[in-house]
């Protein structure tokens, strides 16, 4: 039977949208159904064998519509296996090293007893909304950090971890 997925994100400039597509793209050449929607969107999660819930990192707080999709399906995600992942670092450090989660996703790791967190580097270019942001562009610090290839790798080697072992809560 295929798994079906759900990879939810939270973005304000698109950066995590795009993590989030490539995770999905990756799962589906591993055989798996994947759904790749904004996590505001998303009304139910009882139809997927697994989820995996990502947000961008503005100022050490994960994006706030990841932490509501977090809190919303709290009850029904503790029965399914879930991964979580970030986006942020403006410099090629998530690449470099493992990144700790931040605070509230560290929260979010143990209320949902999550498998595991990755936080994989970001993108900030011209246009992008919001005054800080413009500001850090203007100052020459932007830029697309984002590593598909270990966005992909990381979503494959996801693919093929078990999930039956999750207990109905």
């Given at each position: 039977?295929?798994?079906?997925?759900?990879?939810a994100?939270g973005?304000?400039?698109?950066?995590?949208?795009?993590?989030?597509?490539?995770i999905?793209?990756?799962?589906?050449?591993?055989?798996?159904?994947?759904?790749?929607?904004?996590?505001?969107?998303?009304?139910?999660?009882?139809?997927?064998?697994?989820?995996?819930?990502?947000?961008?990192?503005y100022?050490g707080?994960?994006?706030?519509?990841?932490?509501?999709?977090?809190?919303?399906?709290?009850s029904?995600l503790?029965?399914?296996?879930?991964?979580?992942?970030?986006?942020?670092?403006?410099d090629?450090?998530?690449?470099e090293?493992?990144?700790?989660?931040?605070?509230?996703?560290?929260?979010?790791?143990?209320?949902?007893?999550?498998?595991?967190?990755?936080?994989?580097?970001g993108?900030?270019?011209?246009g992008?909304?919001?005054?800080?942001?413009?500001?850090?562009?203007?100052?020459?610090?932007?830029?697309?950090?984002?590593d598909?290839?270990?966005?992909?790798?990381?979503?494959?080697?996801?693919?093929?971890?078990?999930?039956?072992?999750?207990?109905?809560?």
């Amino acid at each position: 039977m295929t798994q079906r997925v759900l990879v939810a994100y939270g973005t304000r400039n698109g950066s995590t949208a795009g993590i989030a597509e490539a995770i999905g793209d990756a799962l589906r050449a591993q055989g798996m159904e994947a759904q790749v929607r904004p996590a505001a969107e998303v009304e139910d999660v009882t139809s997927y064998d697994l989820v995996v819930v990502g947000g961008a990192l503005y100022m050490g707080r994960w994006h706030v519509d990841a932490v509501r999709f977090a809190r919303r399906h709290r009850s029904e995600l503790l029965n399914r296996a879930v991964w979580l992942f970030s986006s942020g670092p403006l410099d090629p450090s998530a690449g470099e090293r493992d990144i700790p989660p931040v605070r509230g996703v560290r929260r979010a790791m143990i209320r949902l007893d999550a498998r595991e967190h990755r936080t994989f580097g970001g993108r900030l270019e011209k246009g992008a909304r919001g005054r800080m942001a413009r500001t850090i562009v203007e100052s020459g610090r932007g830029g697309d950090f984002r590593d598909f290839d270990a966005i992909s790798a990381w979503a494959t080697a996801l693919a093929a971890k078990p999930v039956a072992a999750v207990p109905l809560r």
